[in-house]
């Protein structure tokens, strides 16, 4: 049975920062695109990063403020989140897919039960 368990979520300023970490469990971490994907109220779900094989993936609105890594040992990834702007306002979900899921929600099979980070001052 897969399992995914996101937490590290809450309530952060401005320019602060978060890690979100995502516990798999149920499937070899480094054979699966392993994603983190957000859904702001009244809007569609979008990917914001992925890790396969070692290489990464990321959104325009994210790049170079979140950086994802994966620990096989732990069998965790993580999406430390830095420079954090109000838009970044949203429930996040770690996803994980054996197809070539990239970003694209379509693309993930299992999902986790999300966690909320709210960027407000």
């Known amino acids: 049975q897969v399992q995914l368990v996101e937490s590290g979520g809450g309530l952060v300023q401005p320019g602060g920062s978060l890690r979100l970490s995502c516990v798999v469990s149920g499937l070899t971490l480094d054979r699966y695109y392993i994603g983190w994907f957000r859904q702001a109220p009244g809007k569609d779900r979008e990917g914001v990063s992925c890790?396969?094989?070692?290489?990464?993936f990321y959104a325009d609105s994210v790049t170079e403020r979140f950086t994802i890594s994966r620990d096989n040992a732990k069998n965790t990834v993580y999406l430390p989140m830095n420079s954090l702007k109000p838009e970044d306002t949203a429930v996040y979900y770690c996803?994980?897919?054996?197809?070539?899921?990239?970003?694209?929600?379509?693309?993930?099979?299992?999902w986790g039960q999300g966690t909320q980070v709210t960027v407000s001052s």
């Open positions: 890790i396969y094989s070692g290489k990464t």
């Open positions: 996803a994980a897919s054996g197809r070539v899921g990239v970003l694209l929600v379509s693309g993930y099979d299992y």
